[in-house]
């Protein structure tokens, strides 16, 4: 990959040179409607954004370009290794965010997140932010975080009651609603069950929610003929 110029670097350039033909039809299999996905895989990915975070990670954030969801993907990677405090992250935060198009651009940069873990509280107010969105991955993005982030005895009540009242049309935040639900169950078995039996979920996602939860190895098989015994219709 060759080290990169502290002031002038061409990701596009770097990036153009890690696209897999075979990789990107097989990408963009799993991202219907996206178009602009250069295929590459995740491991070449992850290194080049170490390799920036290493270096002039600002100079890479001031010039970056979101025409490719690897461009994208890249900025929120880096965003996910640098140091810095939460204050002075927010505006990276915010410009990734209001990039991100499709589940994938969302959902594997928002998991490397774990800069979140230390400050979840001060984070909360970000996350929502981006829960009273109308914007369907904006949205994904917050429900992300709580799944990737918050997950904890500290937090679980609340983010049963947030994904209670999430009500907006969009497939990718009906799913990721219905994934987070099923982690849920699979780490708190006891509170979503009486959530499954109690809540404001439109059939859809509740269904989904159910058919998540038997999807996952974590779950017996009795349970799982527990599970679909109340499924919706």
Known sequence: MGTLNAKVFDVRQILLSMADTDYKNFHKNLCPGSDNILGIRMPKLRAFAKEI????????????????????????????????????????????????????VCDSPVS??????????????VVRQYLASDREFEIRFAVIVLLSHYMTDDYIDEILGIMDNIHHEGYYVKMAV???ISVCYIKYKEKTDAFLHNNHLDDFTYNKSLQKICESLRVSKEEKTYVRSLKRG
């Open 112 to 125: 490397s997140m774990k800069f979140i873990q230390k400050e979840r509280e001060a984070f909360l107010p």
């Open 178 to 180: 219905a994934w987070t």
């Open 53 to 104: 975070a290493s270096g002039d990670w600002q100079s890479f954030f001031n010039n970056a370009q979101f025409e490719f969801a690897e461009e994208t993907m890249l900025y929120g990677y880096v965003l996910s290794l640098i140091k810095l405090p939460l204050k002075e992250r927010l505006p990276y935060i915010h410009t990734y965010v209001k990039h991100i198009d499709n589940w994938a």
